[in-house]
C-alpha cells in the first residue's frame, strides 16, 4: 500500500469530466489534510535556525533564549495530535462522498450516451419527469437518486448495479474494493450515528466495539484515499471506451494542478 499511497497526488493524462472533477476535490481535500502540519513545519524550522543563529550567546539552548515560542511549540504540537483523530474522520468522509460523486456522475454520463440504460423497473411519477429540462438533467437524477440509495447498503450494491446497468465491473483489484467498502461503512457511522459503533458496523470491523466511539487513524484515511484513486483510475477508463464518453487532457486542468 506504501507505492500507492505514494501516488495519492498522482493523475493521468486523460480522463473523464466526472474523474476530473474527482481529482479536483481530491487535491484540494489533501491539501487542506496537510496544511496544519506543513505550518507547523516551517514554524518549527524556523526556530531551529534561529537557535543555531544564536547557538554563541545561548550555551544552555534556544528554549532558554526563546521559551514563549517554544511552548507554543509545545502546545502546537500537543494541538495536532489532539485535533487528529477528527481530521481523519473529515477527511474519511469527505473521501467517500467524492468517490460516490464520481460513480453518480460517470453513471449520469453514460445514461445521457446510452439514454436506453435508463430501461427499468424502477417507478419514478410524472412530476419527478417533469421537473426536469432536459435527458441530461434527469439522467444525472436519476443516477444521483439511485447511488445516494444504494450506498447506505454498501459498495456491493452499487457495483452490482454499475455491473447490471452497464456491464462493467467498478473494480479488479479486491483490496482496494475490501477498503473502499470500509471507508463507506465508516462514513455512514459517521453520518448516522456521530461515530459512536452499532451492531452492524462492529460486526464489518475488526476490533471495532458496540457502544464506544469508532478511533480514526490517519491511516484509515490514507488507505482508503488510496484505494478510491486507484479504482477511479483503472474503472474510468474502462467506462470511457465503452461509451465513447468524452475524456479532458490534463493540461486543461493546470490552473489547479500547480
Not at 164 to 171: C, E
Request: glycine share 6%.
Amino acid at each position: 500500500m506504501g507505492d500507492e499511497r505514494a501516488e495519492l497526488g498522482a493523475v493521468p493524462e486523460i480522463a473523464t469530466v466526472a474523474a476530473w472533477e474527482f481529482y479536483k476535490s481530491h487535491h484540494f481535500q489533501m491539501r487542506y489534510m496537510t496544511s496544519a502540519n506543513m505550518v507547523f513545519e516551517d514554524f518549527e524550522s524556523l526556530l531551529e535556525r534561529l537557535g543555531a543563529a544564536f547557538a554563541e550567546i545561548a550555551p544552555e539552548g534556544p528554549e532558554k533564549l526563546f521559551p514563549y515560542w517554544y511552548q507554543r511549540r509545545a502546545i502546537f504540537s500537543d494541538s495536532l495530535v489532539k485535533n487528529l483523530p477528527m481530521v481523519a474522520e473529515y477527511g474519511m468522509t469527505r473521501c467517500v462522498e467524492n468517490f460516490l460523486s464520481y460513480v453518480s456522475d460517470v453513471l449520469s454520463e453514460a445514461l445521457v450516451c446510452r439514454p436506453g440504460l435508463l430501461k427499468s423497473q424502477e417507478q419514478v411519477t410524472y412530476e419527478e419527469v417533469l421537473a426536469h429540462g432536459s435527458i441530461e438533467e434527469f439522467a444525472a437524477w436519476a443516477a444521483e437518486r439511485r447511488i445516494s440509495q444504494l450506498s447506505f447498503k454498501g459498495l456491493d450494491e452499487i457495483a452490482g448495479y454499475i455491473e447490471k446497468r452497464l456491464g462493467l465491473r467498478i473494480h479488479e483489484n479486491d483490496r482496494h474494493w475490501k477498503m473502499l467498502k470500509r471507508g463507506v461503512a465508516i462514513r455512514n457511522l459517521v453520518v448516522h450515528r456521530r461515530g459512536i459503533v452499532d451492531e452492524r458496523f462492529a460486526r464489518a470491523v475488526v476490533g471495532a466495539k458496540k457502544g464506544e466511539r469508532y478511533e480514526f487513524t490517519l491511516h484509515d484515511y490514507l488507505d482508503v484515499a488510496s484505494s478510491a484513486v486507484q479504482v477511479v483510475r483503472e474503472f474510468d477508463s474502462k467506462v470511457a471506451e465503452k461509451f465513447s464518453l468524452a475524456q479532458i487532457a490534463k493540461k486543461e486542468h493546470s490552473d489547479w494542478l500547480e
